[in-house]
């Protein structure tokens, strides 16, 4: 059986979600960390372990089941300098369009920003290489490919990215949501994960790096407190517009011109072979949107009681 056959059989779907379970149990541990332990060294502490505890879980699971991570990456192919640009151009326009939408949103939570410079060096290696790694790995490469075995690839990728939006929190709900679209669309297209790496890779390195800017800038004073909520001060003024207009037309010039030059676009793209879907992985998605759910509305309620 080829490797993504076997990625879409029942069994390793089965393994791929409750990894997944695992992951929102890991986000839900440290969200309820920032609110209990109420010490952010001590919450840092707790958001450096377990991170390092998911990418640890998704390597081993790459070698549990003798997936080759290179062979994810490539697809065997040789890699386009001309698609790793488009890529890293995608990953910056999504990364800026979703962000100016999160900002149309009411305020959600947000993570303490009193960082240390230890938490804030681990958090730039955590998203801005790590993450684009393996978290293209597991909802790209093994979730999106999975669900693609049982519905259409354009469902499949509606229902990964909501699946990483859900794990994100901190006021980046679209963006993940948007970058989790794109990322699974050209994954599907060009069978080469290394293009939503790159993609993830530039939708994370712009505010990892503001991030880190920010720690060396600041001025003491008023930097050690966090606002509760996240402040929303964009409308829907014409700047605001074209601002949004502008990044999702190149967008879409940037899909097509991507598109047509995969194998889907010239219509000799792989045909797609459905499996019968099993209900008994059902309660694992159940699982996993309520611990995810759940950990943003305790964190809602939280604030709510604190402001």
């Known amino acids: 059986m080829d490797p993504e056959n076997r990625i879409s059989s029942t069994g390793m779907l089965k ?15 440290n969200d309820m960390a920032g609110i209990v332990l109420g010490d952010p060294p001590a919450a840092e502490i707790v958001f450096d372990l377990l991170h390092i505890l998911q990418y640890i879980s998704v390597f081993a699971f790459l070698i549990r089941h003798k997936i080759s991570l290179g062979g994810l990456m490539t697809g065997g192919k040789k890699i386009s300098l001309k698609f790793v640009a488009a890529a890293l151009l995608t990953g910056f326009l999504t990364s800026f369009l979703g962000s100016r939408l999160d900002e149309l949103m009411p305020g ?4 303490d920003a009193a960082y240390s410079l230890r938490h804030t060096v681990f958090f730039m290696i955590f998203a801005g290489i790590m993450a684009p790694v393996f978290e293209e ?3 790209r490469g093994l979730l999106f490919q999975s669900l693609k075995g049982r519905m259409s690839a354009y469902a499949a990728a509606v229902l990964s990215a909501f699946m ?46 503001l991030l880190g800017l920010s720690l060396f800038l600041k001025d003491n004073a008023g930097d050690e407190a966090a606002a509760p909520l996240a402040e929303t001060n964009a409308s829907w003024a ?21 598109y047509k ?4 676009g010239k219509g000799s793209g792989p045909q797609p072979v459905y499996e019968k879907t099993d209900k008994t992985i059902l309660p694992y998605f159940a699982f996993y949107f309520a611990v995810c759910i759940g950990s943003t509305v305790i964190q809602f309620l939280h604030q709510a009681v604190s402001a």
């Open 137 to 139: 790995t597991e909802f």
């Open 261 to 264: 030059r995969t194998e889907h």
């Open 108 to 111: 959600v939570p947000v993570a």
């Open 238 to 258: 014409p700047e605001t517009i074209v601002s949004i207009l502008l990044p999702a037309a190149v967008l879409v010039a940037l899909f097509i011109w991507l």
């Open 164 to 209: 990483f939006m859900v794990l994100h929190t901190g006021g980046i709900l679209i963006s993940a949501f948007i970058v989790g679209i794109f990322s699974a669309v050209i994954f599907f297209w060009t069978g080469q994960l290394i293009y939503s790496v790159a993609i993830h890779f530039a939708g994370n390195i712009i505010p990892v790096m």
């Open 15 to 29: 393994s791929i979600l409750r990894l997944m379970c695992l992951f929102s149990i890991f986000v839900f541990v």
